[in-house]
């Protein structure tokens, strides 16, 4: 049969009977053989209470130092061979020591033993509810046969314990680092399920526990509930299970669970225990078809795997329950749980790593999407920052073309208007049509020279119109003196404000050379900063002036020239007394 | 084999418009003490005349069918150092006329003048006076302004060398007398110093620009490591 035990073992030899006195705590006694293994918690669930078994140990050998292997006895013991106490673990009564989480071995030394004749194997065992106590059958034998027993079941049960409690710590741990970095609820599940975790199989390999009894009993069962509950999570958040009551439905039930388990152990009511293993039940056949639904139909990857863990799970479960079941827990005895549960943080661990890594793919994608996005929009920006400085220039240079063009109209096309009506006359002279020539022309020159890049300064227009006007002035025999101060740089004028002080100029000019019958003409021009930033320029004359009449002054083009004056914001004034000539003032301002 | 110039102003014109030409031709003919020797409508024409003979005032216009006349005045410069070359243009529109001037030019007519001007003001370029507009002389003065230029293709300030680039005081108190529009008549009086003065500088500053255009080409070339 697959159960037998293992044949390595077969020289020494288990003592499985004994006379027990079972007392408990109220005073009953019970005295009786019975056949070990005995479970105290089978016999009298949920009470504290005392046992003394009583072996009979075979004869050995003369002189043959012997040794007893104890698989597990508890919770505290004391072993007398033949009256003599050989050892103690833990003090009877005293509930901070558990003997029950580790085997024991022990050498019987042969002044102990009954030469040629059977011993008397005491075991006087204090119990408490709830915590494996009892005792299994020990086996007698000599050292080689005893001593590698005890240490294959103690490597294997301490080992695997420490592997589980590495594998948990280590991926738990990794877990946590992760949702720190990212909020996952499958990093943050994990993490606490591994967290509790390592708490209750700590104390599976733990003899003395840091809490007392039994409050460390009701501690770790109920560590181990929200260690498991808190995969059945993990498991969920993996397949993306999310729905709103699955928050609250969690933790009404951990609460039930944590209340239950505690209430368990701590009361010695066992009863509480069942209400626990009930209330998951539903959940579970709720959940199972889900992801069997997940991994089956849809092909769900992670959910195959889970399933598939699940089923080795349960068949590692039922196969240890029944092996423990029918055949009794005995060394050397391998359980399957412990590995799946290896496999299974193993498994998790995995996924985990997936995960994260899916996530920093997805965030790195979201940040080149992103990053392509805020591209385009700069570029977008750019394109119609141009478009709007395109249209800006567009617009500057359709305004100074304008300018240009009204100059060349007024001036230019103005002079040679009244020429070309002069000509069809045929009244006028030569000369007199000469002039008028002339005077287009110069007009020309001036409108030529306002578009030249030096006379973006007032000096130069100022200078350049006497330079143009001076043969003029000669030819009727005007003498001129010219007294330009200095002026800043750049002026502080619109190109528009020069081209209206050039134009005024020249009306202001031209009428001197009309109609002043003047043989001098003082042209004065300064800039005061004090006074608003002012350029005053004054054409004086010493003519013959004119009337205060309003015909004289149309027709001498002076509204004209005020209205030019003012649209450029400043103002002219015209002085006149008959022989004394006219003054003629222009003020404009410059902006800063 | 070079003919070397008779006894009065020998001059050359290059104008490709033919009107024009002939205008300049009759108003200078028609001048006692001005001779013209030659009258040339392409730039071919005007170098391949200037190669074998020697003129006292070359007049040309900046825009020739086949060329720009900056070249014939290159050329004229330096074939001929001693011809006293003057840009004829419509208007005086500086841009050009400052680039004439680098190249060498000494002064400016213009189309339109009557039959007097032109004489008179080819008189008075070959006597040494070369008109001046207050827009040239503002131009002059940022030309000569800065102590270091921006080499517009290393786009690094070099120091232009001192000895012909800069101004002394008086040119450039000159400058800015003219730049604001006051005659050669009332520069003089102003600064108290003679009308002949006032053109001997005036000659001497057309040079400074046509030698600082030099220097500065010179120094470009340097710069680039070409030379």
Not at chain 1, 441 to 467: F, I
Not at chain 1, 544 to 569: C, K, P, W, Y
Not at chain 2, 142 to 162: D, E, G
Request: proline letters at 5%; charged letters at 20%; glycine letters at 8%.
């Amino acid at each position: 049969m697959a159960l037998a035990w293992p044949a390595a073992w077969a020289d020494a030899l288990a003592i499985r009977d004994a006379v027990a006195t079972l007392e408990l705590g109220d005073g009953k006694v019970d005295h009786k053989p019975l056949a070990l293994p005995h479970r105290w918690d089978s016999e009298y669930p949920g009470r504290n209470g005392r046992a003394r078994y009583v072996m009979t140990l075979p004869a050995s050998p003369y002189g043959q130092a012997m040794a007893l292997y104890f698989p597990r006895m508890g919770n505290q013991v004391e072993i007398q061979v033949n009256g003599e106490v050989l050892a103690r673990r833990g003090v009877l009564g005293d509930t901070s020591f558990d003997a029950s989480k580790t085997p024991f071995w022990l050498s019987v030394p042969a002044s102990v033993l009954n030469d040629g004749e059977t011993s008397e194997l005491i075991v006087l065992a204090s119990m408490q509810a709830n915590r494996w106590g009892g005792l299994a059958p020990p086996l007698w034998g000599t050292e080689a046969q005893t001593y590698p027993l005890f240490r294959k079941h103690y490597a294997w049960r301490h080992n695997v314990a420490l592997a589980v409690i590495f594998s948990l710590f280590c991926v738990g741990a990794v877990a946590a680092a992760l949702w720190w970095i990212q909020r996952d609820s499958v990093f943050g599940w994990f993490a606490m399920g591994a967290a509790f975790g390592v708490l209750r199989f700590t104390d599976v390999i733990t003899s003395e526990p840091l809490l007392p009894w039994p409050l460390n009993g009701g501690v770790m069962a109920a560590a181990l509930h929200v260690h498991s509950l808190c995969m059945v999570r993990f498991f969920l958040a993996l397949l993306d299970f999310r729905r709103r009551w699955l928050n609250p439905l969690t933790f009404a039930v951990l609460g039930i669970e944590v209340v239950a388990a505690m209430a368990a152990i701590m009361y010695g009511e066992p009863k509480h225990w069942n209400w626990v293993l009930i209330s998951i039940l539903p959940i579970a056949l709720f959940l199972l078809p889900y992801v069997v639904r997940l991994a089956v139909i849809e092909r769900h990857k992670v959910a195959m795997l889970l399933t598939f863990l699940g089923l080795i799970a349960l068949v590692a479960v039922v196969r240890d329950l029944l092996v423990v079941r029918i055949s009794g827990d005995g060394p050397g005895m391998i359980f399957w749980s412990p590995l799946i549960t290896l496999l299974f943080v193993g498994v998790a661990g995995w996924m985990i790593i997936q995960r994260f890594t899916q996530q920093m793919h997805l965030n790195r994608e979201l940040v080149a999407t992103l990053d392509s996005k805020v591209q385009l929009r700069e570029a977008e920006l750019r394109a119609s920052q141009a478009q709007v400085q395109a249209h800006l220039t567009h617009a500057a240079t359709l305004a100074e073309r304008q300018r240009i063009t009204r100059d060349i109209h007024d001036g230019v096309g103005a002079q040679l208007v009244g020429l070309l009506s002069l000509v069809s006359d045929g009244k006028t002279d030569r000369r007199e049509l000469g002039e008028h020539v002339k005077a287009a022309l110069d007009e020309l020159r001036m409108a030529v020279d306002s578009m030249q890049p030096t006379h973006q300064d007032l000096t130069t227009v100022l200078a350049t119109l006497r330079y143009r006007l001076q043969p003029r002035l000669e030819a009727g025999g005007i003498e001129l003196t010219w007294q330009i101060g200095d002026f800043p740089d750049p002026d502080g004028l619109s190109s528009a404000a020069r081209a209206q002080i050039q134009r005024i100029m020249q009306e202001a000019l031209a009428n001197v050379i009309r109609h002043a019958q003047a043989s001098q003409v003082l042209i004065h021009a300064n800039f005061d900063a004090h006074l608003g930033n002012r350029y005053c320029i004054t054409v004086e004359d010493n003519g013959q002036g004119f009337q205060d009449s309003s015909t004289t002054r149309v027709g001498h083009g002076l509204g004209n020239m005020r209205a030019r004056a003012e649209a450029i914001g400043g103002q002219l004034s015209v002085e006149s007394m008959p022989d004394k000539g006219v003054r003629v003032t222009l003020n404009a301002y410059a902006q800063f | 084999m070079k003919i070397p110039s008779p006894p009065s102003i020998s001059v050359c014109i290059v104008e490709d418009e033919l009107e024009t030409l002939q205008r300049l031709e009759q108003a200078l003919k028609a001048t006692s003490g001005l001779k013209v020797l030659c009258c040339a409508m392409s730039c071919r024409m005007a170098i391949d005349f200037l190669r074998s003979h020697v003129v006292d005032v070359l007049l040309v216009d900046l825009g020739l069918p086949d060329g720009s006349g900056l070249d014939v005045i290159r050329f004229c410069r330096s074939a001929s150092p001693v011809t006293e070359v003057m840009v004829i243009t419509m208007f005086g529109d500086e841009a050009n006329m400052i680039e004439a001037f680098e190249a060498g030019a000494r002064g400016y007519l213009l189309k339109d003048g009557t039959v007097n001007d032109l004489a008179h003001h080819v008189k008075n370029l070959y006597d040494g006076g070369s008109p001046m507009t207050p827009a040239i002389a503002r131009q002059m003065l940022n030309r000569f302004a800065q102590p270091t230029r921006q080499s517009p293709k290393t786009h690094s300030a070099i120091p232009v060398p001192t000895a012909n680039a800069l101004l002394s005081e008086r040119e450039r108190d000159i400058l800015s007398k003219l730049a604001k529009g006051y005659t050669y008549n009332e520069v003089a009086k102003l600064l108290g110093v003679s009308l002949s003065a006032i053109q001997f500088h005036v000659k001497n500053l057309y040079s400074k620009l046509a030698v600082n255009s030099k220097t500065e080409a010179i120094f470009e070339a340097r710069q680039l490591g070409l030379l």
